[in-house]
């Protein structure tokens, strides 16, 4: 085994709608967008992550982007992979080594996945010289992440915000005691801005503007303490064909996402009717964890305060807890053995 152990690497992976985190040696050395660009003649994969978004809604007709993730499952199996192995292959300690090492690795995974999708992700691991592979389910990984002792009798509530599943948990005895997986997450938060810009301005915007839209002015309440400033949006007005410029604020936002941040509210009143009542005189006392992207959604904490009346609190780096819990399993397996699927 020791020689073995000499050729092994570790890394953990945070395989994500949105984002693909990889931790190796303590350190976050990839943080890409989950994107693919591929050839559509010769079927090759031109280039992923940030290089690919750069090109998402910009290719002619050769050019494919594709995001291989769909509400946080593989939903195109050949582009997960081929990103994934070209992930891995550009970490730059693994990239030193003669031969590509046998990897241990622990991967994150939605808590409403199937056993198929599961087995899906496993294989895709062990084509990528995965030969021990873990996976860890994300509310799990975001509460160790967020450093809270799992292990515990004692109850806490987690809601995971990312891009293609909002992840909401509550977790004791390093088990999941009750947990709903709703499908409204930021791409669903993007989507209804490029709706609302359709609707209300006439303005079409693609995909990479409507993001960006709701990182510099998006806002889950029309009340927030210190607003953002209007934004300019540039598209194509609708009627004349012609491109335009129109200029938004975060309250308009906050009407467009209303729908979707009442149906996340549901599922997190839905998940506490649920609890367990001597759980939830814990979590009465440490109120609720919010990790992922979409935490970073201005006053949304504040609004689920409200809803729920517990104090909400924000992940230090909320982008990283997943990934960060994802490490920490790794680094302790003998600990979390017993969380970890096999």
């Known amino acids: ?63 494919k982007t594709i995001r291989p993730l769909k509400d946080g499952v593989i939903a195109d199996f050949d582009a997960s992979e081929k990103m994934i192995n070209m992930f891995i292959k550009n970490i730059p300690a693994l990239k030193k080594k003669w031969f590509p090492p046998a990897l241990r690795m622990v991967i994150c995974i939605p808590s409403g996945i199937t056993e198929v999708e599961m087995r899906a992700v496993k294989e895709s691991a062990e084509r990528v010289n995965g030969k021990e592979v873990y996976l860890i389910h994300e509310p799990m990984a975001a509460a160790i992440g967020i450093g809270l002792d799992i292990m515990q009798p004692k109850g806490n509530m987690i809601v995971d915000i990312g891009g293609g599943t909002t992840e909401i948990a509550v977790i004791a005895l390093g088990g999941i005691v009750c947990d709903k997986s709703v499908k409204i997450a930021g791409d669903v938060f993007t989507n209804d801005i490029i709706y609302y810009m359709r609707t209300q301005h006439n303005l079409y915007v693609g995909e990479s503007t409507a993001e960006n839209i709701k990182i510099q002015i998006g806002s889950a309440t029309e009340d927030l303490q210190t607003p953002p400033e209007e934004m300019s949006v540039q598209g194509r007005d609708l009627l004349t064909g012609k491109p335009k410029q129109v200029s938004i604020s975060y309250r308009e936002i906050a009407k467009a996402l209303d729908k979707s941040i009442l149906r996340v509210e549901d599922a997190v009143m839905e998940t506490l009717s649920q609890t367990p009542p001597e759980l939830a005189a814990d979590i009465y006392n440490t109120g609720i964890y919010l990790a992922g992207g979409g935490s970073m959604l201005r006053g949304l904490d504040r609004r689920l305060s409200q809803k729920t009346d517990l104090p909400v609190y924000i992940a230090e780096d909320p982008l990283r807890a997943v990934v960060r819990g994802t490490g920490i399993a790794l680094k302790n397996l003998e600990r979390y053995k017993s969380i970890l699927i096999k």
């Open 1 to 63: 085994m020791g020689f073995f152990d000499f050729l092994t690497e570790e890394i953990a992976i945070d395989l994500g709608t949105a984002n693909t985190l990889i931790i190796h040696n303590d350190k976050v050395v990839v943080d890409s967008p989950s994107i693919v660009a591929r050839d559509r003649i010769s079927g090759k994969i031109i280039a992923v992550g940030k290089e690919a978004s750069m090109m998402q809604g910009k290719t002619h007709e050769n050019i």
